[in-house]
């Protein structure tokens, strides 16, 4: 089984639609979550982190369930910029080991 | 703020030949991850330094693939013979020290083997 599983899509959804994306993970000993997002042929960069009580960054949500072991991602008020892959990344400081999701494609339609 | 830096961002040979990449972390940042991204999969982490001290390499393929951090700052990755499958972006990324705070990505080297 693998550490971290996303659902890798692609997501099309028109301009201002609200979109979610989940992602699992199998070691309940998991102890930092973030989503990152990469655009085509670029490098990945910190969305943001996935705190216990969930978070918000101006449209953006993400929200984490320790009971069911799943992270999620809303993007409300979808905006063509927001085309790109989102990781999902989880850390067992323990194992000091990252573990990237492969990704969900979301493409932003005008 | 200089970001991370990588060369060469785009290299091409042939199977069983040898390859090295380099990596210049963010002033300061003692943690330096190498990672490879094989197309449409997420980054795979294949070694993890704490200044010049190896973390984790236990994805490391050490039969032909080596990695070193000297001095704590620069670090090479080798792949010495390349495969076929060898082929993927790899990408460095360095973090100020603790494992839970942002990882910072450099560019990448996209290495294809023929």
């Known amino acids: 089984r693998k550490e971290v599983e996303q659902d890798p899509g692609p997501f099309n959804v028109p301009e201002g639609a609200t979109v979610a994306f989940n992602c699992t993970y199998s070691?309940?000993?998991?102890?930092?979550f973030f989503w990152y997002r990469q655009d085509c042929r670029k490098e990945p960069k910190l969305l943001m982190s996935?705190?216990?009580s969930g978070n918000e960054d101006g449209r953006f949500t993400a929200q984490l369930n320790r009971a069911s072991q799943y992270i999620s991602l809303l993007i409300r008020d979808s905006k063509l910029s927001d085309s790109a892959t989102y990781l999902c990344v989880v850390n067992t400081n323990t194992g000091n080991q990252f573990y990237f999701g492969t990704g969900t494609s979301l493409t932003v339609i005008p | 703020e200089a970001g991370v830096a990588q060369s060469p961002r785009y290299k091409i040979i042939e199977k069983r030949q040898s390859v090295a990449f380099w990596c210049n972390p963010i002033?300061?940042?003692?943690?330096l991850y190498w990672y490879q991204q094989i197309l449409g999969q997420g980054p795979k982490l294949l070694i993890q330094?704490?200044?010049?001290?190896?973390?984790?390499d236990s994805q490391l393929p050490k039969d032909r693939f080596s990695a070193e951090r000297l001095k704590g700052v620069d670090s090479t990755l080798k792949i010495q013979p390349a495969k076929l499958e060898d082929s993927a972006v790899y990408l460095c990324?360095?973090?100020?020290?603790?494992?839970?705070?942002?990882?910072?990505f450099g560019p990448g080297t996209r290495l294809l083997v023929l």
């Open positions: 990324a360095s973090s100020l020290n603790h494992v839970q705070e942002t990882q910072y």
């Open positions: 070691n309940s000993a998991s102890q930092s």
């Open positions: 002033s300061g940042h003692a943690t």
């Open positions: 330094f704490q200044n010049n001290g190896v973390v984790d």
């Open positions: 996935v705190y216990s």
